[in-house]
């Protein structure tokens, strides 16, 4: 479970906080839509969440593991970001080497990790773009090579930042049910910062409403 306890946090030059006194939970096996008008912080929560910004006041731990004790690989094991834009995330030369890049990173050998690369690739209909490169996918494939990428590492914790955005009908319902998938199978626990209500009410368990 991720746990938020008191959390604040103020960006730099501003002289108030987005985020202030904030508290939640987040469990494994269940999807939970964070909403709210916009400047309310859910962008700001999903940074904190991943470790990519840290609270200045209260605590975020993961699994009864503080945060504030842990570098952003550490955190990034156990919990996987994807960007709104996941060509934010792109960087490596093939789909393959793409998901592969965390894995090297773990120490595993060739043959661990081609079966793990090959595994995910299947999982997210991506096998035969193994040696594309990754610039000249569409959205709905980059933003499943992105969910390959940060799955295979052994990431608990999935956290989206509008992930619908830019999706059509046809993709958000692929989208969608691929999160019901990974939330059955591998017990994840998803957090989706969204405004898309329609999307919200098929496929979270529970909605939070962050106040501005």
Aim: net charge neutral.
């Amino acid at each position: 479970m991720i746990k938020v306890e008191n959390a604040a946090y103020t960006y730099p030059k501003s002289d108030s906080p987005v985020i202030n006194g904030f508290t939640a939970q987040f469990g494994r096996g269940e999807i939970t839509a964070v909403t709210g008008k916009n400047g309310c912080g859910k962008t700001t929560l999903t940074k904190l969440l991943t470790g990519i910004l840290r609270p200045h006041t209260g605590q975020i731990s993961i699994d009864n593991n503080d945060t504030s004790v842990m570098d952003l690989f550490e955190i990034g094991q156990r919990v996987g970001y994807v960007f709104q834009n996941p060509n934010r995330q792109l960087f490596c030369d093939t789909v393959y080497n793409e998901t592969a890049y965390g894995l090297r990173k773990l120490g595993l050998s060739e043959e661990q990790m081609s079966r793990e690369v090959s595994r995910y690739l299947e999982l997210f209909g991506l096998t035969r773009l193994g040696n594309v490169y990754p610039g000249t996918l569409s959205l709905g494939e980059k933003q499943r090579l992105v969910l390959a990428a940060v799955l295979a590492i052994g990431t608990d914790y999935l956290v989206l930042d509008e992930p619908t955005a830019g999706l059509d009908i046809a993709r958000r319902r692929e989208l969608g049910d691929t999160l019901l998938k990974l939330r059955q199978e591998r017990r994840c626990g998803i957090v989706i910062a969204s405004h898309e209500a329609g999307f919200i009410s098929r496929y979270a368990d529970r909605e939070l409403v962050m106040a501005p």
